[in-house]
């Protein structure tokens, strides 16, 4: 048996499917969630594809005490750090909300952490540090220009991570930017539960296709691409977790702070992602088209060269299979 791990967020959607990926690459797996935006209901599919007893740590990760609590009751070797707030729209209206859970809760986490002497750390980032970007496809070096409140708080602990790792040369950090994550767990136990209507355009096509929403807006046909819409990296979420177990793995050997680019390193249209879900689900599904919204961009997709080489790790799920996966857990009831 590898190191315990403590997963924060780990009941959320994509903490979820890393704590599944850590237990098959021998670890143990700790969750710490507050169930702002999960359910723990999702426990007992954890336990049953780990194949082994979750630990849960009921708690708010801005929680200084109860986080010490946690580090003196589990053999902590590392932290995936997923919980967070990541409602884009909500996050322009709450921004001290948004402030206080991503970076007051970095914090406070960094804090404990180094009472405990726990070093190594993962961090959820996200491709929305970038904003609009100069170049295709964005490499991690490509200017920090956030268009949003929600970005901002992610630039915000990136800045602080690094800062961290510069004064302290025991700190081994990861910062994994997400592209656009989607798809659910093969076994179709596992997926986003989202609350009311989906952000995300994969889980609002499910919704669609189940017949619980009527109809899926397409914000601008007339961007400067093939097919006039918009253009996004989707990468699977069991690709996206199976990253963070290769960059556990690199930390084991490798000190200071790296940022990684997590992306599949080509785009879809909306377009493509609506045919390929049609595919997959064998229903027609309803579409409209919108206005562009201000602060979108046209098209942006990773060059994920930089963790192929580091870390050793590509997505091999391809779009096809992101939408199957999808349609299994929402034909499971798409909820815990
Ligand atoms: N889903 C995406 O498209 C995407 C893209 C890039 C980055 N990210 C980042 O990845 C991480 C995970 O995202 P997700 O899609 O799984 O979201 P999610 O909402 O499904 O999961 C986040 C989890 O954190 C928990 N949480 C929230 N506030 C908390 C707090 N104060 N204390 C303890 N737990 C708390 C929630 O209950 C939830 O279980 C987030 O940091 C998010 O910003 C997500």
Redesign the pocket.
């Known amino acids: 048996m590898k190191e315990t791990i403590l997963v924060?967020?780990?009941?959320?959607?994509?903490?979820?499917h890393i704590v599944v990926e850590l237990a098959r690459a021998g670890y143990a797996p700790v969750v710490?969630?507050?169930?702002?935006?999960?359910t723990p209901a999702v426990m007992s599919r954890l336990q049953a594809l780990a194949g082994r007893p979750v630990p849960l740590v009921t708690?708010?990760?801005?929680?200084a005490v109860a986080l010490r609590s946690a580090f003196h009751d589990h053999p902590i070797a590392a932290v995936v750090?997923?919980?967070?707030?990541?409602a884009v729209g909500e996050a322009e209206g709450r921004p001290l909300a948004y402030y206080d859970?991503?970076v007051g809760?970095a914090i406070a986490l960094a804090e404990v952490m180094g009472e405990a002497g726990v070093a190594t750390l993962v961090f959820?980032?996200?491709?929305?540090v970038y904003g609009q970007p100069d170049d295709l496809p964005v490499t991690e070096d490509a200017a920090l220009r956030p268009h949003n409140v929600?970005g901002r708080t992610?630039r915000v602990v990136e800045d602080f991570l690094r800062d961290l790792a510069h004064a302290n040369a025991n700190w081994r950090i990861a910062i994994l930017?997400?592209?656009?994550?989607a798809g659910a767990h093969s076994s179709g136990m596992l997926g986003?539960?989202s609350r009311g209507r989906p952000n995300?355009l994969v889980p609002l096509l499910c919704k669609i296709a189940a017949g619980e929403l009527a109809e899926v807006a397409i914000y601008g046909g007339d961007w400067p691409t093939p097919d006039g819409t918009g253009i996004r990296d989707y990468l699977h979420v069991q690709d996206l977790a199976e990253g963070h177990v290769a960059a556990l793995s690199y930390l084991a050997a490798a000190t200071g702070a790296i940022t990684l680019n997590l992306g599949a390193g080509s785009g879809h249209s909306v377009l493509e992602v609506i045919a390929a879900f049609e595919a997959s689900c064998g229903r027609k599904i309803t579409r409209v088209m919108s206005p562009r919204r201000p602060g979108d961009v046209a098209c942006y997709y990773a060059d994920p060269a930089r963790a192929e080489a580091i870390l050793d790790w590509r997505a091999k799920r391809d779009l096809g299979t992101i939408c199957a996966d999808a349609w299994r857990w929402q034909k499971n009831g798409g909820r815990y």
Not at 177 to 181: E, G, K
């Open positions: 924060t967020g780990g009941a959320g959607y994509i903490g979820s710490l969630d507050n169930f702002a935006n999960s708690a708010d990760v801005r929680d750090h997923c919980a967070g707030l990541k859970v991503n809760g959820s980032s996200s491709a929305t929600y992610k930017r997400y592209f656009n994550p986003e539960a995300n």
